[in-house]
């Protein structure tokens, strides 16, 4: 059971904004064109920039996201979750303790916590995290020190052990999401397939129609 026993919507398409493997879009134009298409969850990453910076973009992206009604989660940093206003945070396994995350930003707030195998999605779940973002499924480019492939396999394990929704990330395409919810996963968190699109919006259209959003 999560912290504070409180149910909470976890989005089904998360988008993750990332402008190191790309600089066409900004991290405010991919939230906006990833909205547009359908996803219901915008989680903001970026490793460079000042604080300052990263603040401002977040404010950003959380008027777009609260204009549609959706959550804006911030990956790692919980200063600029707590600044922006943004409705939660995603963490791994050296990031800021969840625990301690929680109670800097309330029980409302939704934590996700990062997985690759059922151990750490166990560990997850006792410090009281909200989902589980399990992966790379397939493999990332986009994230160095994101470890091999988990596949396919390791997803349904999770999602039968641990009574947390599971959001499958790691070089997920349109032609991955069947195989995924079937293996029981909640939803899925991708980066690539949308933020390399020539056309973002379309992109996360086609994800959002296979996932019935």
Do not use: W
Request: charged letters at 20%; glycine letters at 12%.
């Amino acid at each position: 059971m999560n912290t504070g026993e409180i149910m909470k919507s976890i989005g089904r398409f998360h988008l993750i904004t990332d402008t190191v493997i790309q600089s066409r879009f900004s991290h405010v134009e991919l939230a906006r064109m990833a909205i547009m298409g359908g996803a219901d969850t915008i989680q903001y990453r970026s490793k460079t920039g000042s604080t300052r910076e990263m603040i401002d973009t977040a404010i950003r992206i959380k008027a777009l996201c609260a204009g549609a009604g959706i959550p804006l989660i911030i990956n790692d940093r919980v200063d600029v979750a707590i600044a922006s206003g943004a409705d939660g945070v995603h963490l791994g396994d050296d990031d800021f303790p969840i625990p301690l995350a929680r109670k800097l930003l309330g029980p409302d707030a939704i934590i996700g916590g990062s997985a690759g195998n059922i151990n750490d999605a166990l560990r997850c779940l006792n410090d009281g995290a909200d989902y589980i973002g399990s992966g790379p499924v397939y493999g990332t480019k986009t994230k160095s020190d994101a470890g091999d492939a988990i596949g396919v396999e390791t997803i349904r394990i999770i999602a039968e052990k641990i009574h947390l929704p599971v959001v499958a990330i790691g070089g997920i395409t349109v032609n991955d999401v069947h195989e995924l919810f079937t293996a029981g996963a909640h939803g899925v968190a991708v980066i690539s397939a949308v933020c390399l699109s020539d056309e973002p919006e379309r992109e996360a259209r086609r994800i959002r129609n296979l996932l019935g959003l």
